[in-house]
């Protein structure tokens, strides 16, 4: 194990907490959405237990994020990883950050393809590199060069997805009404929060454009001193906005609880026209997963270890 590794580890003082979600837009109850809605349950599920196990064993926030969002890229389910989208041109291009509360170091990857792992890449970009933010052929050289695994290009194939392409192409429609980033939230048994954010961008989006997912401040941001927040959304205006960094700032200048500033900044960017939701936790431990869609694949868990995941506006399911 690394002194980095080590160093995430301590005696637990504190209850943790740790949010997670797997995408927002227009998730319709029909016959269709409510027949697959076990399968997001069971997705959402396993990363919330993938980063519970980490807090529970008395890790840190920030391998908890990362690894519940490594579940979420391994679900095909979710837009990120192996569930990433196509673009325009019928490539994949795929985002991700990860930041730490305790000093403010992030990483973050764009338009990559080829790491199993996006989130991982980010990391790596964070921990073995001086920059925050890499792309294309420089963040896959550095990826190799740190052992990040990567996958043959057909893990990443689904016809699924090759069909939404063709569909949204059909129509001439360059986005898809789901907006579907993946996030992860925590704080940690020593108080210490992370975020973490991955995408496959949307649906037929121009080749080259980057979302708010591996924009620090936009899409992703954690601070001791305030709170961890991942956003998921248009990522245009999550960026216009500063989002994540809003949130934090309004706890730290404005007074405002975690859930009034997160309600607040949700509600602006819908009143700006665009779409979406985050999730979010505070220093002492409280969360927050406001949206201003039809639904948003979110769940959290704290210290009693039980998992709560929900998807339109209806109660948590619990188990």
């Known amino acids: 194990m690394s ?3 080590r160093a995430c580890f301590g005696a637990r003082r504190l209850g943790y907490a ?3 979600h797997g995408g927002a837009g227009t998730i319709r109850q029909d016959a269709s959405a409510l027949s697959r809605a076990p399968s997001y349950h069971e997705g959402l599920r396993r990363a919330l237990a993938a980063g519970r196990d980490i807090l529970a064993a008395g890790g ?3 391998d908890a994020v990362t690894g519940a969002v490594a579940a979420l890229e391994d679900e095909p389910l979710f837009n990120a990883g192996r569930g990433s989208v196509y673009t325009a041109a019928g490539t994949q291009e795929m985002d991700a950050s990860v930041m730490d509360g305790r000093d403010r170091r992030a990483g973050a990857v764009a338009g990559i393809f080829g790491p199993r792992n996006p989130i991982l890449a980010a990391r790596a970009v964070m921990e073995h590199s001086r920059h925050v933010l890499l792309i294309g052929e420089g963040a896959l050289a550095l990826c190799r060069e740190h052992g990040v695994a990567f996958a043959e290009p057909d893990y990443f194939c689904s016809e699924e997805r090759w069909r939404e392409l063709r569909e949204a192409l059909a129509v001439g429609r360059g986005e898809a009404g789901q907006y579907g980033t993946v996030g992860a939230v925590a704080r940690d048994g020593e108080g210490n929060l992370a975020a973490a954010t991955s995408t496959g961008g949307m649906t037929g989006k121009t080749p080259g454009r980057v979302g708010d997912s591996p ?9 001791n001193a305030t709170c961890a927040v991942s956003a998921t959304g248009h990522g245009e205006y999550f960026i216009r906005y500063g989002a994540a960094f809003e949130i934090a700032a309004r706890l730290r200048h404005a007074g405002q609880s ?3 500033a997160a309600r607040a900044v949700v509600a602006a960017i819908a009143a700006l026209g665009g779409r979406g939701g985050v999730v979010a936790v505070d220093r002492t431990g409280a969360l927050a997963l406001p949206f201003n869609t039809e639904g948003m694949y979110r769940g959290y ?7 709560h995941t929900a998807i339109w506006r209806e109660p948590y ?3």
Request: proline share 0%; hydrophobic share 45%; charged share 25%.
């Open 215 to 223: 924009i620090i401040g936009a899409g992703t941001y954690a601070d």
């Open 301 to 307: 868990v704290r210290a009693d270890g039980r998992i």
């Open 60 to 62: 840190c926030a920030l």
């Open 18 to 20: 740790l949010a997670v």
């Open 3 to 5: 002194a980095g590794k």
């Open 317 to 319: 399911r619990s188990c």
């Open 258 to 260: 975690l859930r009034q």
